[in-house]
């Protein structure tokens, strides 16, 4: 019901039958309680902390396809890195659509933080100069918004790669993280977008969006799958819970695994 899909699914399974064996669990509640460990038990890896403070800036590059959340999870990052006190920066590198550089420039207000846009500029050009203002105003962070696509659209993920070239070529080792937004009513498609997105660009981190309607989010169990058969995990930074800036939580994959069995 929470279409973890079937590979974690049975995976699962099996680990729980393992479970209920090894304590001799009969009772329902036990066995559940079980299922909750089995959950988490799998999930853990994918809990790590976005770490800022190794660069200055620390440049963090946001993707993902449209509507997933990016720009509204800015803003709240923008709000959770302000609160432990670092200074950030917002580049309106989604020179796609008019309205986005409003949009950003709304959070960045929100933030009382300071923003890089150009009319009709070059997304990758936005992220250099954003890059290159955050070094020389001293900030800690500098995040680029970029608009959303859809893996299939090969031209568009090569735009993608150019910004992430043209931003390395601002300083060395930047981006140092490549968000990619998701949204958990996508249900296993989530998982063909992690990959996408990974092949093209190295994923460092994800933010699983829209968790407080309906969606459980189940699609995690398989994201961990993958990591763990490809011994690479892309750990699950945040989730967005809200359309408010508070909106934010840090990943619990014991938490998680409570509300998903319920
Ligand atoms: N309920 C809820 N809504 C969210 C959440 N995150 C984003 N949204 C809403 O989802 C919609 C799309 O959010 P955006 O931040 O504009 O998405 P985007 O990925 O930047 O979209 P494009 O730039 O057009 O690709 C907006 O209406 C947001 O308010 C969340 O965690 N919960
Ligand atoms: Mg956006």
């Not at 959770?80 to 008019?98: E, I, M, P, Q």
């Not at 989010?217 to 945040?238: H, M």
Request: proline share 3%.
């Amino acid at each position: 019901m929470a279409d973890t899909g079937l590979p974690a699914t049975e995976y699962l399974l099996k680990d729980l039958k393992r479970r209920v064996k090894d304590s001799r669990a009969t009772d329902p509640a036990a066995v559940k309680g079980l299922l909750v460990e089995a959950i988490t038990a799998l999930l853990q890896p994918l809990q790590q902390p976005l770490k800022i403070g190794a660069a200055t800036p620390t440049v963090i590059m946001v993707v993902g396809v449209n509507g997933a959340g990016k720009t509204t999870s800015i803003g709240k990052l923008t709000h959770h890195l302000a609160n432990s006190g670092c200074k950030v920066l917002l580049a309106a590198a989604d020179t796609f659509r008019a309205a986005a550089r409003e949009q950003l420039a709304a959070w960045a207000g929100r933030n009382q933080v300071e923003i890089i846009s150009q009319e009709g500029g070059d997304p990758a050009a936005v992220s250099y100069d954003a890059v290159v203002a955050g070094k020389s105003r001293k900030c800690d962070v500098v995040i680029a918004d970029t608009a959303g696509r859809l893996p299939t659209q090969t031209h568009l993920m090569e735009e993608l790669k150019k910004i992430q070239r043209v931003i390395s070529k601002a300083q060395a080792d930047a981006p140092h993280e490549v968000l990619l937004v998701v949204d958990g009513n996508t249900g296993q498609n989530a998982l063909a977008q992690v990959k996408a997105f990974d092949a093209m660009l190295g994923l460092t981190g994800l933010v699983v969006t829209k968790l407080d309607g309906t969606a459980k989010g189940g699609v995690l169990a398989a994201i961990a799958r993958w990591g763990a058969e490809q011994g690479r995990v892309v750990p699950v930074y945040f989730i967005g819970i809200g359309e408010k800036l508070e909106d934010l939580q840090t990943f619990d994959a014991r938490e998680f695994a409570l509300a998903l069995v319920g």
